[in-house]
């Protein structure tokens, strides 16, 4: 019996993942999914996902200065804004698609401002796109964060039909909330990158949680909803 994989909880010293005679705990995937790994590693065959895969690990690399250095000793000195915007110069990308939330329209208009000086021709879809009413999904006065006043409902679908139909080569998503950015990478047909993700109390940086959790969000540590709702 396989088990669960379980890479997250991993402990062991050499792991197969990464030594070639590495070992690997009773649920390690790399031992036990060596069929599934071997058909999925097919996909890369395909020239487009090669040079895609190609790319992505280059990048990677470029990310680190003195890497020709021993001991090597991580220097990362790229931030996430910078690998994007050289990430789409080397696969030839022109036309990049910006799905943002209009909570963060000042950042996505940086973000439009630092793609166009890089060259690249941007087009950029907001959340509340079409002005379509909650009520079309079914949302109820109590289930609105403003009760008993129109609102309108975040289309992920929405946008990504948009930049479908402009046929933008790479997309970019700005702080689309949990679930939204779900069915926007489920419509999209452009591959897509994460440039922010959304966390309305820590800053857009929900690591805080994970880096705190032995503390201050120790909390979420506990079983049920009540305990980490804060709503009142």
Known sequence: MKGNPACATCSVKDPVCRVEDGKGPKACPTKNYRETIEKALKEYEKPEIREFARMASIQEAECYSNRHIRPFVRHPVKPRVQEVCEFAKKMGYRKLGIAFCGGLSSETKALTKILEAQGFEV??????????????????????????????????????????????????????????????????????????????????????????????????????????????
Request: glycine share 10%; aromatic share 8%; proline share 3%.
């Open 123 to 232: 087009v950029s879809v907001i959340c509340r796109v079409g002005c379509t009413a909650k009520e079309t999904i079914g949302i109820r006065q109590e289930e609105k964060i403003r009760i008993g006043q129109f609102e309108v409902m975040c289309s992920p679908i929405v946008q990504a039909a948009i930049l479908n139909e402009e046929k933008t080569n790479f997309n970019i998503l700005v702080g689309l909330c949990v679930g939204h950015d779900s069915l926007f990478f489920k419509y999209t047909k452009a591959l897509t990158t994460v440039l922010i993700v959304k966390d309305r109390v820590l800053g857009h940086n929900p690591a805080a949680a994970l880096y705190t959790v032995g503390g201050y969000y120790s909390r979420m540590l506990r079983p049920g909803v009540d305990n980490t709702d804060c709503s009142g």
